[in-house]
């Protein structure tokens, strides 16, 4: 079948890889792609969020599935605009993609169908906002409800400090309509993981568990990113805690969604903060994970193309995935002064070499090809993949990629998974 990949970092290029790899894939796009994916799909330079130009490249390309990567277009209702079209696209309707699109929606599905996340408020008036931060005392946690590329969260250690984020929020708009209305939680502490689960409108397919690092710098120090390098699987979520996250988050939201006349279907992935062997949800998102994604495409070893087209179809009951023993890690490259501002269009060098070491692959996150070099063109650049027989060989064989590479402009984090490889050692 013909496939669209819609998106431009790596994790687009960790489903590129995989469904390259499919023999069910006859021909494969990706809009815009980046210079990795161009090695494995043709890169069509159409942006993610021009819904009418992705629908007509697809009615003129003959496309047969489409996958959404980022939020944005999900939100924006791609998935709505190509189903009319008859298109079969593997992501959330708009009303659907909601989840991610507006914490305080997210927040009353928790509340009404009882899954466990942080006690909350919702509030579009400044003076009850404030009130409502006396009344509980900090710790606690203002966010934005809106969609804020993942800055609208402020973990106030003072009340005086989630005053101060609620008037940026709310009176100066420092995140426009985002911040309208703004969510005011418990501040929980434990250790946090990423659960991601394919779904087709009914049925949930839970698959592997992994972890981010969403600190810029070594010791989970500095400000957040979208992450820093993952690993899976993550010994935090033990057989028997996924067990119960099916039963008591994921598979509750997929009802109640359909109750409340928006099923779901594509990947839902809830970001949950674990302590006492009990989980309670941070998040969701309507998306695959970056970089978490990287770490589960390394690791899956059944078709990746059969099990999406599937949850696009409403057939998950008649899929199996299957994975790995060995255990994954990407570590992200980025360029010196992300997640702040960064220089653009430095040269990469030596990826070859990166490449060639035993279980690694190399994916592109913001990249460009011009005049045969590769260049920088966005805040995290590389995710350097390796697979190893437990997280500690896949760390050793990602570093070994990383010093091969040539890139003073760059940094990574020396660390990505030392919680777990504590945990082990
Ligand atoms: P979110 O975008 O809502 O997942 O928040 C981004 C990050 O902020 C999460 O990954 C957590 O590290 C942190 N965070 C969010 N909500 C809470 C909370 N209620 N308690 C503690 N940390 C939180
Ligand atoms: N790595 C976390 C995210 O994709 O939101």
Redesign the pocket.
């Known amino acids: 079948m013909n496939i669209l990949v819609v998106g431009g970092g790596g994790r687009e290029h960790a489903l590129c890889w995989a469904i390259n790899k499919s023999p069910k894939c006859s021909k494969l796009f990706c809009a815009p792609g980046n210079a990795g994916i161009a090695e494995v799909a043709d890169c069509v330079n159409i942006s993610g969020e021009d819904v009418a130009g992705l629908v007509n490249f697809a009615k003129e390309h003959a496309i047969e599935l489409v996958i959404v990567g980022p939020e944005a277009p999900l939100v924006l209702g791609l998935v709505d605009a190509l189903e009319a079209e008859g298109i079969k696209a593997f992501g959330p309707s708009a009303a659907a993609a909601e989840l991610e699109g507006s ?1 305080a929606f997210m927040k009353d599905l928790f509340a009404k169908y009882n899954i466990p996340t ?1 006690a909350y408020g919702r509030f579009t008036d400044y003076d009850q906002a404030v009130a409502y931060v006396q009344e509980q005392g900090a710790p606690i ?1 203002v ?1 934005a409800s809106g969609l804020a590329a ?1 800055k609208g ?1 402020i ?1 106030a250690a003072s009340e005086a400090e989630a005053v101060d984020a609620l008037d940026q929020m709310m009176n100066n708009k420092s995140f426009g309509d985002a911040g309208e209305e703004v969510v005011i ?5 434990g250790e ?1 993981a990423s659960f991601f689960a394919l779904v087709d409108g009914k049925t949930a397919l839970p698959l592997i568990s992994a972890q981010d690092h ?1 600190a810029a710098y070594d010791g989970d120090k500095g400000p ?1 990113t979208g992450g820093m390098g993952a690993y899976s699987p993550a010994p935090v979520v033990t057989d028997a805690l996924a067990q119960e996250i099916m039963a008591t988050i994921i598979q509750p939201t997929i009802d109640g969604m359909a109750a409340e006349g928006c099923p779901y279907k594509g990947v839902l992935f809830a ?1 949950l ?1 674990i302590k006492d062997g009990k989980a309670k949800t ?2 969701f998102n309507v998306r695959f994970g970056d970089p978490e994604c990287q770490v589960l495409m390394a690791r899956l070893s059944s078709d990746i193309v059969e099990a999406l087209d599937a949850a696009a179809m409403g057939k998950l009951d008649e899929i199996e995935m299957t994975w790995l023993d060995d255990a994954a890690m990407v570590v992200v490259m980025a360029a010196e002064g992300y997640p702040g501002s960064y220089e653009k269009g430095s040269e990469i060098k030596n990826l070859s070499a990166a490449n060639a070491v035993d279980g690694v692959t190399v994916l592109h996150a913001g990249t460009k090809a011009e005049d045969g070099k590769i260049l920088a063109s966005g805040g995290r650049v590389l995710g350097v993949t390796a697979l190893g027989r437990d997280v500690a060989e896949a760390q050793a064989k990602a570093y070994q990629a990383v010093d091969c590479i040539d890139w003073p402009q760059g940094f990574c984090r020396r660390d990505i998974g030392w919680r777990a490889i504590n945990r082990n050692a």
């Open positions: 914490k942080a946690v966010k993942g969260v973990l939680e418990e501040f929980l502490d946090e969403k957040n970001g903060m941070l998040e």
